[in-house]
């Protein structure tokens, strides 16, 4: 429903269409829950520390300091960002500026699933002692950072 209300009421804004399409109609789904966004300094201690799974940490920086969405993430390539740290991807039947950063079990495919970053964050953030439950921290508060990391 959202998604076609939301357009609807920007097409109103805009002037494209008549008042009132949309607006008697019930939306669903309630306010989203404020997404936490960690404190420059604690973002710093993050990122100070090794992580247990090393792609997770190169996956959570990349977005830190780009806002990068999680897909957008997974579908770095080699030759997107220079010399890729690619010495662990398996595909070398392929030329290295066009292996994923973050690959998958096929060639052609990035890895499949960014759960992986998301656990590793939320595993990384109990190691520091900060509740990401209570925060509300989640992968996509990398984007809702008015602050990038540098």
Not at 53 to 71: E, F, Q, V
Not at 100 to 128: C, N, Q, T
Request: net charge neutral.
């Amino acid at each position: 429903m959202n998604a076609g209300l939301i357009p609807l009421g920007w097409a109103h804004e805009e002037g494209m269409i008549a008042a009132g399409i949309g607006k008697d109609f019930e939306r669903y789904g309630g306010k989203a829950a404020k997404r936490g966004v960690l404190a420059v300094e604690e973002a710093g201690a993050l990122f100070a520390r090794p992580w247990a799974d090393g792609a997770a940490m190169a996956a959570n920086l990349l977005s830190a300091t780009t806002g990068m969405r999680p897909g957008e993430v997974l579908a770095i390539r080699g030759g997107d960002i220079g010399e890729a740290v690619l010495a662990g991807n398996p595909h070398t039947d392929i030329p290295e500026a066009e292996r994923f950063v973050f690959w998958g079990l096929a060639p052609e495919k990035p890895r499949y699933d960014g759960s992986f970053m998301l656990d590793a964050l939320h595993a990384e953030l109990e190691a520091i002692g900060i509740d990401w439950r209570a925060r509300n921290i989640v992968f996509h508060g990398w984007r809702t950072s008015k602050r990038r990391i540098r």
